[in-house]
């Protein structure tokens, strides 16, 4: 908010807002007119005067000052430092608690009369329904750093000020406080505001490393050399790898909100586990290492961690890990449509609802099915898989629905319980059912309506209980508008449907790439070759994540054992080719 209008038009404005109930912005600063609003909304008005508010003094202040007690502490040390900064300009540097009541200043002495004037001494609330717009209060309001010069102040009588706020947030997401530096409107700077925001954000980082002594930290920062300024971001994290704290530069770099922290495991957000990381801090320690976040992106991170209280590798560690990032977290790498799918599929687990999946060959349906299996109910109990277009079509009655003794020619002599029933009480899942033969679409959409399967060549009725789960290349209800597909089975089948996006769609190439690149080469840390990266993932990829799993398997094999880059050398000639 720094200013750009002149003084009478600034008083045109809120004129028309006292009289009209609003004001055209014409360029004005939302934050500005939102803050005039609330003030007017409060009873105020400009040529009045402040709310009677009682001054904080003696006891009440006294408590006040106790109940901040760390604030005060780490921000003492950095307004000082900040003051240094401004001395030149005579004003002061302010700090308000979470209500905007005053309780730090430091000041310059021929500054001190008008200040006290406008009550800027501790004990005073500068909260907007008290004193209008002005930088604490509103900073307070917006939870942003703002600038107030001059005229923009709702009150005239504090028109004489410029004044610069910042919020400053605790760990957990919390406004805690709010740092300001307040003047005479003639010495204003525009860049008092960066000065404000950067003397913040060392408040929060040490208030940050104070408050989470006993977590695990990360300090972070896409360059090595940033970590350990004020730039870098924090995270902390529980000894089972969830995030419980984290100030606004790594929210930011991680792409989250306050309201992220406590609800997601480090697994949703990087490409390493928490376990990795704290013994690559036994084997360095101090030395930051390389992560890579789920889009791709490589942040460097230094490992903060008491390990003699730290028991990430334990078995309750790893259970309790396990239960909070589910099978499906395994294969997320930070695609939306990925995700979307996985979170439909989540929503349906514990339900009756089949799931029908949808995609081109090799996108990893059958990972897909098998992992929300896994992140079920029914985990516990079989998994049975069939691909219907690998079986004869003479064979897949009798695989299905199983035979009693001597039911033809070659039956096994005790018969065969068949895979609908293998999978009882577990999940069913259907690959390929597209190439399913008319006939066993009939005998199958039977099944699924009674829930019971009889045997081929007789026998009674067994009762059967599965979650059914099928996958299909096909356009499912094309076929069946067509006659290639049973229509009544189609509509059984398709309780969820969900699209596993190709390759080409994906945007998570290189976090697919990093992941994989760690499966196949387990202790090392390898990587594509810049160029090559950039071609591979221009490259249209036919055969999806089963050919490109394929190339950097067949590629890490080519590897010599003090390669740390996979090249074009490494490649199959086919794949050279086709590139």
Request: hydrophobic share 40%.
């Amino acid at each position: 908010m720094q200013p750009s209008f002149p003084e009478a038009a600034l008083r045109q404005a809120r004129l028309q807002l006292i009289e009209h109930g609003d004001c055209a912005s014409n360029g004005l600063d939302d934050r500005l007119v939102r803050s005039w609003q609330r003030s007017l909304a409060a009873g105020l008005l400009p040529a009045g005067r402040p709310v009677d508010t009682p001054h904080s003094s003696g006891n009440a202040l006294r408590q006040t000052m106790a109940s901040n007690h760390e604030l005060l502490a780490h921000s003492r040390p950095v307004m000082a430092y900040l003051y240094e900064q401004v001395r030149h300009a005579q004003g002061m540097v302010v700090l308000a608690d979470q209500h905007g009541t005053l309780i730090h200043t430091m000041g310059h002495v021929d500054f001190l009369g008008k200040a006290d004037q406008v009550a800027l001494s501790c004990g005073a609330s500068w909260h907007e329904g008290h004193r209008g717009t002005n930088a604490i209060g509103t900073a307070l309001a917006e939870t942003s750093g703002v600038a107030i010069h001059g005229a923009e102040h709702f009150f005239e009588r504090n028109s004489f000020l410029t004044c610069t706020a910042a919020p400053i947030m605790s760990a957990r997401g919390e406004l805690l406080g709010i740092l300001d530096i307040s003047g005479d409107q003639r010495g204003g700077h525009p860049h008092t505001l960066g000065l404000v925001n950067t003397a913040a954000n060392m408040i929060e980082n040490r208030l940050v490393i104070a408050s989470c002594k006993r977590d695990i930290r990360l300090h972070l920062h896409p360059q090595l050399e940033g970590i350990g300024t004020v730039a870098e971001g924090i995270v902390a994290l529980s000894d089972d790898g969830w995030l419980v704290g984290a100030n606004r530069n790594a929210l930011a770099m991680l792409q989250l909100s306050a309201g992220d922290l406590n609800a997601l495991p480090l697994s949703r957000l990087v490409d390493v586990a928490l376990e990795e990381l704290l013994t690559r801090h036994r084997r360095r320690p101090g030395q930051p290492t390389q992560i890579r976040l789920r889009d791709g992106s490589v942040l460097f991170a230094q490992v903060y961690a008491n390990l003699s209280t730290v028991s990430a590798t334990s078995p309750k560690a790893a259970a309790t890990a396990t239960r909070h990032a589910d099978a499906l977290c395994k294969f997320d790498t930070g695609d939306r449509l990925w995700r979307v799918a996985a979170d439909k599929v989540r929503r349906v687990l514990d339900k009756p609802i089949p799931v029908l999946i949808q995609g081109a060959s090799g996108v990893g349906k059958e990972l897909f099915a098998r992992a929300a299996h896994d992140a079920g109910p029914r985990r516990d109990k079989p998994f049975v898989a069939i691909n219907c277009a690998a079986l004869p079509e003479h064979l897949i009655e009798a695989e299905l629905f199983g035979y009693a003794p001597g039911a033809f020619t070659g039956a096994l002599r005790e018969g065969s319980l068949g895979r609908l029933r293998e999978a009882d009480g577990g999940t069913l899942f259907l690959d390929e059912i597209g190439d399913m033969p008319l006939a066993m679409q009939t005998r199958l959409l039977r099944v699924l309506q009674e829930r019971r399967v009889t045997p081929v060549g007789g026998g009674h009725s067994v009762a059967v209980d599965f979650a059914l789960v099928c996958a299909t290349h096909f356009k499912l209800r094309e076929d069946a508008e067509q006659g290639r597909f049973r229509s009544d089975l189609y509509y059984r089948i398709n309780g969820l449907t969900v699209q596993l996006p190709a390759l080409r769609e994906r945007s998570d190439f290189a976090a697919l790439t990093a992941q994989m690149l760690g499966s196949f080469n387990p202790g090392r840390e390898i990587q594509l070759a810049p160029a090559l990266h950039q071609r591979l993932s221009e490259y249209d990829w036919p055969g999806n994540l089963r050919q490109y799993a394929n190339v950097l398997r067949t590629a890490s094999a080519m590897l010599d054992t003090h390669d740390e880059w996979i090249d074009e050398v490494h490649l199959p000639d086919d794949m050279i080719e086709a590139l």
